[in-house]
């Protein structure tokens, strides 16, 4: 099929609004993304039962909550409530320039992680009350998983040659990844997708609260926000401010997992986990009208310099030589994931 889009005519428009300081060494873990963990800064979209399935659910065992319906003639089931809508805020943006949905991909190539030296162990085995639970429930579905094992093969190869963080090994990268710039869009949801990835595929959620507009982070910052940096005002949007530092949070989420980030989220450029050379490939839905500072909005963080060890991050390896000048930095602490090998 031909592409009729001129690719001239878009740009990429992001704007640099402000450099922050970075006010002392911080390193945050990284959690388990959860849509409970993440409600304040967004949604996550995943199967809210998968293991349901339309040969083995009646009409009348459908999950609740999720909008849950049959469909297809019954053989599909549909979650019609899975998460809040889209919103296309640009009606309050200065231009006033409408601004349309985009559909776009962003191929985000494994981010290189520094070696921890504080890792977070990953355990052996699961207690013996899970392991007992898991077995019990691989009976109850083992003829469900017997008929459906040639295709479930199928797909599990297929995933594992889409994206090279999903495939090999018994465990995959754990490390410290580095914070350098926050961005926002504050006139729109931004929802990520990974495509053809399943549960050992990794990337980093990272969000950060908003700042009261009319607050500094430290008596040396100008005022927070420029005046050419609007964003929309709400009593359920982040506001103007900047992203408050100190409340960082980062999520680990799975290739089972889509992200939505609220309009106006400081958040992180997406982070793909994995090995060296390997991607993750992201279907990317938003709008934007092409108008730099209402479509995109960023700060770089700035470490400052110090002497000597200072909290932290600096034991995380940001100390250069004994005695010298060091960078103040933000870092996620990255755990190991083990990739549990089946025999079946």
């Not at 469909?71 to 409530?81: D, E, H, K, P």
Request: charged share 15%.
């Amino acid at each position: 099929m031909g592409n009729n889009t001129n690719p001239t005519q878009f740009s990429n428009p992001t704007m640099i609004i402000q450099t922050l300081p970075i006010p002392s060494p911080l390193t945050i873990p990284a959690e388990p993304l959860t849509p409970t963990a993440f409600s304040p800064f967004g949604s996550v979209l995943a199967n809210p039962a998968p293991e349901r399935r339309p040969h083995n659910t009646s009409p009348s065992a459908l999950p609740s909550g999720y909008g849950a319906v049959s469909a297809n003639q019954g053989t599909a089931i549909q979650y019609r409530a899975l998460a809040p809508p889209l919103r296309n805020l640009y009606d309050q943006a200065p231009s006033r320039k409408p601004a349309t949905p985009r559909t776009t991909m962003f191929v985000c190539g494994a981010r290189q992680l520094v070696p921890d030296p504080d890792p977070v162990p990953v355990p052996e085995r699961a207690p013996r009350d899970q392991q007992k639970q898991r077995h019990e429930k691989r009976q109850r579905h083992k003829q469900n998983k017997h008929r459906s094992s040639n295709s479930n093969a199928s797909s599990s190869s297929s995933s594992g040659s889409s994206s090279g963080s999903s495939s090999g090994g018994s465990s995959s990268e754990a490390g410290l990844f580095q914070v350098q710039i926050l961005e926002r869009h504050p006139y729109t949801t931004q929802i990520f997708i990974p495509l053809g990835a399943g549960a050992t595929t990794r990337y980093l959620v990272i969000v950060a609260p908003t700042l009261p507009a009319d607050t500094t982070p430290n008596n040396n910052t100008p005022a927070p926000i420029p005046k050419d940096a609007p964003a929309p005002t709400g009593t359920d949007l982040p506001g103007a401010g900047l992203p408050d530092l100190t409340r960082l949070r980062a999520f680990v989420a799975t290739g089972a997992q889509a992200v939505t980030y609220g309009a106006g989220t400081w958040h992180a450029p997406m982070a793909a986990l994995g090995p060296a050379g390997s991607a993750i490939e992201f279907v990317v839905v938003q709008f934007a009208n092409d108008e730099a500072v209402e479509d995109c909005q960023e700060v770089a963080l700035e470490g400052r310099r110090s002497s000597g060890v200072v909290g932290e991050g600096a034991r995380e390896g940001e100390k250069g030589k004994e005695g010298g000048d060091e960078a103040t930095r933000i870092m996620v602490r990255v755990p190991a994931h083990r990739v549990r090998m089946s025999k079946l």
